[in-house]
């Protein structure tokens, strides 16, 4: 209606970012935590990058950059340490940890920075600097990236991790414990 391009690719990407958030919502385990996540990031890198002029391309490389480096080298590493401790991946109550690192405080406090940091769409520093950039989107992607899908999806998966993998116990235990 109003002349723009590729409107069926940003409608189409738009959709299937909604459609990743969920799934990292429902995600019943880390390994399908990780691969919505990821998705996510791959979805919506087209919608920061959809005017396709200079700033647009620039900030697309910095969104993808920042996103794909943090979660491949960082909660990747985090969730395949979850697994090399305890053989499993699925998210329990009480937390997937909480027999695993009893009495290790570093373990405990090394992987939950893998994760935090890991999840950069909570656009925790230092690893924020994608946010400002990704702002030469369309306004209803600036909305999507803000309000809706890219960084409640980061603080979902964080708040997953802290209840499902650590559990409260052990987080409480490991305070006391430095």
Request: proline share 3%.
């Amino acid at each position: 209606g109003h002349d723009q391009p590729s409107q069926t690719r940003f409608f189409t990407c738009f959709a299937m970012a909604i459609s990743f958030a969920i799934g990292v919502a429902f995600s019943g385990n880390l390994l399908t935590l990780f691969c919505f996540y990821e998705a996510l990031t791959f979805s919506t890198f087209p919608l920061v990058a959809h005017y396709q002029d200079a700033e647009a391309k620039r900030s697309g490389r910095i969104y993808l950059g920042i996103l794909v480096s943090t979660s491949v080298c960082l909660l990747l590493s985090g969730v395949l340490g979850v697994w090399h401790l305890t053989g499993q991946m699925e998210f329990q109550e009480g937390g997937i940890l909480a027999g695993a690192l009893k009495d290790d405080a570093w373990t405990a406090s090394l992987l939950l920075a893998l994760f935090a940091f890991g999840t950069a769409k909570a656009a925790l520093l230092p690893f924020h600097k994608w946010l400002p950039n990704a702002m030469v989107a369309p306004t209803p992607v600036s909305a999507l990236l803000h309000a809706v899908a890219v960084v409640k999806a980061g603080v979902f998966t964080v708040l997953k991790v802290v209840v499902y993998v650590f559990g409260f116990d052990l987080l409480s235990s490991t305070q006391s414990n430095w």
